[in-house]
Nanobody, 120 residues
C-alpha cells in the first residue's frame, strides 16, 4: 500500500525557516520522482518542487527558487523540503506526491498534507 506522510509544518514568522519531511511506505522513493505541491484557500494548487528519480535533478517553481531546497534520503525513504526566507504568501497546506515526470502539476499519490503558516 502506497503511503506518504508529511510532517514539519507549523507557524513561523516572515523570514523564518521550516523543514518539511515526507516519509514513504509501501514503495521505495528511489524508484520514483517525488514532488511537493501546496494549496492555499482560494488559490489554485501550485507545484513547488520535484526531485527526479533518474539523476536527482531538482526543479522549482519560480515563486520559491533560491529559497526552497528539495532533497532525498534513500536510506530513510524520506524526502525533505527545506524552506528558508519564508513569506506570508507561502502560507498553505503542503503535500508531497509522486510526480513521475517532475511535471510540477501531474500527481498520482499524495499524503494528507501539513499546514505551513507564515505570519507575524
Amino acid at each position: 500500500q502506497v503511503q506518504l506522510v508529511e510532517s514539519g509544518g507549523g507557524l513561523v514568522q516572515p523570514g523564518g525557516s521550516l523543514r518539511l519531511s515526507c516519509a514513504a511506505s509501501g514503495f521505495a522513493l528511489v524508484y520514483t520522482s517525488i514532488g511537493w505541491f501546496r494549496q492555499a484557500p482560494g488559490k489554485e494548487r501550485e507545484g513547488v518542487s520535484c526531485i527526479s528519480r533518474v539523476d536527482g535533478s531538482t526543479y522549482y517553481a519560480d515563486s520559491v527558487k533560491g529559497r526552497f531546497t528539495i532533497s532525498r534520503d534513500n536510506a530513510a525513504n524520506t524526502v525533505y523540503l527545506q524552506m528558508n526566507s519564508l513569506k506570508p504568501d507561502d502560507t498553505a497546506v503542503y503535500y508531497c506526491a509522486t510526480d513521475r515526470f517532475c511535471s510540477l502539476y501531474e500527481y498520482d499519490y499524495w499524503g494528507q498534507g501539513t499546514q505551513v503558516t507564515v505570519s507575524s
